[in-house]
C-alpha cells in the first residue's frame, strides 16, 4: 500500500517541482529574455590582458585573417572540465586555432584547471567581469564560437560541447570557405 501512495503521489510532486523549476529560469514581465549570441554579427571590439603568468592575452585583432574558435570557459564549471579532451582533440586538428577566454575566474584557479585539465588554447584573455561574455551573449559558460576570417560569428553555443555538436555544426564550417554572412 505504502508503494502505491508513492507512484500516486510522486508524478505530482515532481510535475511541482518542475514547473517552479522552469518558472524561476523563465523571463518575469519587465525582464529581458537571456542575450542571444550574435549569430551572423560582427564581434566587437576587445583586447583582454593574458592570465596571470602567461603572455600574449587577447584581442579582437587576433581573430581576423583565418577561421578560429573562441571557448569562454572558467574553472569553476564543471562542463568546462568536462568538455576539455574534446577541445585538446579539436585544437590538435590541422589548421585549427582555438583561443580561450577565461570569464569571471580567479587567476590561481585558473591556472590550476590548466595544469590538471590542460590547456589547449593558442591564446588566453581573461574577461574578470564578464563585460566580452555580456557583449557576445554569454549567459552560461561553458560557451563555443566560430568567428569566421572577417571577424564575424558564424556559429554559437551556449553549453557544452559534445561529439556530435562538433562533427555536426562546427567542423563544417572549419573545414570549408570562411562563410560570407
Known amino acids: 500500500m505504502r508503494q502505491g501512495a508513492a507512484l500516486m503521489v510522486g508524478p505530482p ?4 517541482a518542475l514547473g517552479w523549476f522552469l518558472g524561476f529560469g523563465m523571463p518575469k514581465d519587465g525582464e529581458a529574455a537571456p ?9 566587437g571590439g576587445f583586447s583582454l590582458p593574458p592570465l ?15 577561421v578560429s574558435v573562441v571557448n569562454f570557459w572558467a574553472s569553476w564549471c564543471q562542463p568546462c572540465r568536462e568538455e576539455m579532451p574534446l577541445l585538446q ?8 586555432t ?12 585558473a591556472r590550476r584547471f590548466l595544469s590538471v585539465a590542460g590547456d ?22 561553458p560557451a563555443t564560437f566560430v568567428v569566421t576570417a572577417e571577424g564575424r560569428v558564424a556559429h554559437a553555443l551556449i553549453g557544452p560541447l559534445d561529439r556530435d555538436l ?16
Open 35 to 43: 542575450p542571444q549570441p550574435p549569430t551572423g554579427q560582427a564581434i
Open 98 to 109: 582555438l583561443f580561450g577566454i577565461n570569464s569571471r575566474d580567479r587567476p590561481a584557479a
Open 166 to 181: 562538433l562533427e555536426r555544426e562546427i567542423l563544417p564550417l572549419l573545414a570549408g570557405p570562411s562563410p560570407a554572412r
Open 120 to 141: 589547449p588554447f593558442a591564446r588566453i584573455g581573461t574577461d574578470p567581469d564578464g563585460a566580452v561574455a555580456k557583449a557576445w551573449g554569454v549567459y552560461g559558460l
Open 52 to 66: 596571470a603568468g602567461e603572455n600574449g592575452g587577447l584581442a579582437e585583432t587576433d581573430l581576423r585573417g583565418k
Open 89 to 96: 582533440e579539436l585544437a590538435a586538428m590541422p589548421g585549427v
Open 13 to 16: 510532486v515532481l510535475m511541482l
